[in-house]
């Protein structure tokens, strides 16, 4: 549950969805790109301010919606 901590909600960021550390980076984008078939290194390299914790978190944050 750790990672969760990675995962933020404010109102003034995306409209109040579930982003990865304040960023203007959503947990769904991630989530989408990772169902697209897109890997980590690919992603990490599209986004290169996310680290690999960002995207386990995301997905763990995906398991619990």
Not at 26 to 40: D, K, P, Q, S, W
Not at 43 to 65: G, M, N, R, T, V
């Amino acid at each position: 549950m750790k990672q969760l901590n990675r995962i933020t909600f404010d109102p003034k960021v995306m409209g109040g969805k579930p982003c990865i550390r304040g960023m203007r980076v959503m947990v769904g984008t991630i989530i989408g790109l990772l169902a697209e078939g897109y890997n980590f290194e690919q992603i990490l390299k599209s986004y290169p301010y996310l680290e690999k914790e960002d995207i386990f978190a995301a997905l763990q944050y995906a398991s619990f919606s």
